[in-house]
Nanobody, 120 residues
Framework: QVQLEESGGGLVQTGDSLRLSCVASRRTFTPVAMGWFRQAPGKEREFVASKRWAGGATYYADSVRGRFTISRDSVKNTKIYLQMNNLKPEDTAVYYC????????????WGQGTQVTVSS
């Protein structure tokens, strides 16, 4: 596994923006993909967005498409961002960064999570 560390969460109001960051501990780590998931209180963890390293394809959950953007740092190969615009109370959750290593089936490395709270 690779250690992942998220940052950037916080308390904001409806309509505000936040940018989450996630960095992997290993500089030479080249994943198949990295992504973001979230878990709201009393709910299961759900997919938010992901980005594949080869080709750069991005994927979004319907609930965030058009408001959230996942991107990769242009300098640091193992750092990704989640730009969240027009936040809604239903976006309130703990957001987790995840990575899929080469040879792994699915995401096999996870961060500890960062709390995002959107007040109405």
């Amino acid at each position: 596994q690779v250690q992942l560390e998220e940052s950037g969460g916080g308390l904001v109001q409806t309509g505000d923006s936040l940018r989450l960051s996630c960095v992997a501990s290993r500089r030479t780590f080249t994943p198949v993909a990295m992504g973001w998931f979230r878990q709201a209180p009393g709910k299961e963890r759900e997919f938010v967005a992901s980005k594949r390293w080869a080709g750069g394809a991005t994927y979004y959950a319907d609930s965030v498409r058009g408001r959230f953007t996942i991107s990769r740092d242009s300098v640091k190969n193992t750092k990704i961002y989640l730009q969240m615009n027009n936040l809604k109370p239903e976006d309130t959750a703990v957001y987790y960064c995840a990575a899929q290593r080469v040879g792994a089936e699915g995401y096999d490395s996870w961060g500890q999570g960062t709390q995002v709270t959107v007040s109405s």
